[in-house]
């Protein structure tokens, strides 16, 4: 690796997009110990991991090994609950990592909103994008250390680092940071389907990933994104909505009481038509 990338020694060294299955694997494998000899050698400055699972999988990982210099999470103000979330950033910080964020304007997602969220954004005092909105909300948290953010062109570079020299801990006012959560509400009034997420409906006898179908709806209407997550959901094979056969196990478990076959025929119809 070190010949490869024509250096001694690499400074942030991750384990990964690790999840449950991939931490397991870690730990059979002894990885931290190799890491951590590799640090010993000069070879890796920081040690650390990025992460894809649910909060009890991300606690589990930063209790497990005690000298952590960072971990990597995706967080933004649409997913405060979501993967290792707002809990996650706050336990982390108080573990003494540092947090990198990573999908801070959620690939892009938050960049481009409705109107109906814009006309949110117009009342503020402080005029700012919404990819600014949602940088400074992360840099107003003390426990953010980094924030990336993906750019495509040189003159998103210079809007990004001046954005950055105006940010600042606690800084949005709190009419400011009620703004934002008035937005994330106004994007979930969007959201068609009220599923959360919580996988009772799970697993389907007849394959059909319920929530991934959902939510890649969802978010086709409440970021504009229709072609992005058609082709995400003729990506899922079998597990596509139009595999239900109406058995009805699913609205059997919901805790939202959601007529899930109807929903799903509904899924089915808007990205399987011509």
């Known amino acids: 690796q070190l010949k490869k990338l ?39 400055r920081y040690i650390g991991f990025s992460f894809h699972d649910e909060y009890p999988v991300f606690q589990e990982i930063v209790d497990y090994y005690d000298k952590w210099d960072f971990c990597q999470i995706q967080y933004n103000y649409m997913d405060i609950d979501v993967q290792a979330g707002e809990k ?34 117009d009342t503020a005092k402080v005029k700012r994008t919404p990819a600014e909105w949602a940088l400074q909300w992360l840099w107003n948290q003390p426990e953010v250390s980094i924030v990336l953010s993906g750019m495509s062109t040189f003159e998103q570079l210079k809007e990004n680092i001046e954005s950055a020299k105006r940010s600042g801990i606690n800084t949005l006012t709190k009419e400011e940071l009620e703004i934002v959560s ?10 068609p ?21 959902f939510e890649l709806y969802n978010e086709a209407h ?44 509904e899924v089915a119809d808007y990205f399987e038509r011509a």
């Not at 250096?7 to 990885?31: C, G, P, Q, R």
């Open 193 to 213: 389907i009220a599923c959360t997420g919580c996988n009772y409906c799970m697993p389907c006898p007849n394959g059909v990933n319920i929530p991934r179908n």
């Open 6 to 44: 024509q250096t001694d020694h690499i400074d942030f060294y991750l384990l990964h997009a690790l999840d449950k299955s991939k931490w397991e694997n870690m730990k059979k494998v002894d990885a931290l110990s190799w890491a951590e000899k590799k640090k010993q050698e000069g070879k890796i």
């Open 88 to 121: 996650g950033l706050k336990y982390a910080a108080s573990k003494g990592l540092g947090v990198v964020i990573m999908e801070p304007i959620r690939g892009g997602r938050l960049a481009n909103p409705p109107k109906a969220v814009q006309d949110i954004w």
């Open 222 to 265: 409440m970021y504009n994104i229709y072609e992005a997550n058609r082709k995400a959901y003729k990506d899922l094979g079998d597990a596509k909505a139009s595999s239900c056969i109406e058995c009805g196990t699913c609205e059997s478990v919901c805790p939202q009481h959601l007529t899930i076959i109807d929903y799903l025929k």
């Open 182 to 191: 008035k937005v994330r509400n106004k994007y979930k009034e969007l959201s």
